[in-house]
């Protein structure tokens, strides 16, 4: 299991050096820091596990209005701790290898 987690893991950096996602490591940590300040963006990466759940699903479950679920996302996405994809015409999400490090590796109270 954790060659596998290693794989993805290597895999997933290969594919943001590609895509020209790779940053500063201080402004990587700056941002990453400030995506998991909000109470709200802990727990969507929670309520993702490690399956997949709709822009819907997420704004539903955590009664924020479309702009609210939009913003929290779109923060989550640039610190790289989910990603979206698109499938039969609706926007799902799923956690990258970083944000499923933060799920094994953080306490939840």
């Known amino acids: 299991m954790a ?7 290597k895999e997933w950096l290969e ?14 940590h700056r941002i990453g820091l400030r995506a998991l300040q ?15 759940r709709s ?13 609210q679920a939009r913003m929290h996302l779109d923060l989550l996405e640039e610190a790289l ?5 698109v499938e039969n015409g609706k926007k799902y999400y799923y956690l990258t290898p970083r944000g499923e490090a933060y799920l094994e590796n953080v306490e939840w109270r």
Do not use: C, M, W
């Open 15 to 28: 594919k943001l050096k590609r895509d020209g996602k790779l940053r500063d490591p201080t402004e990587d």
């Open 38 to 52: 909000h109470r709200v963006r802990r727990e969507i990466i929670k309520f993702i596990g490690y399956g997949k």
């Open 3 to 9: 060659s596998d987690l290693q794989k993805r893991k």
């Open 81 to 85: 701790f989910v990603e979206s994809r």
């Open 55 to 67: 822009f819907e699903e997420i704004a539903e479950k955590f009664n924020l209005s479309e702009a």
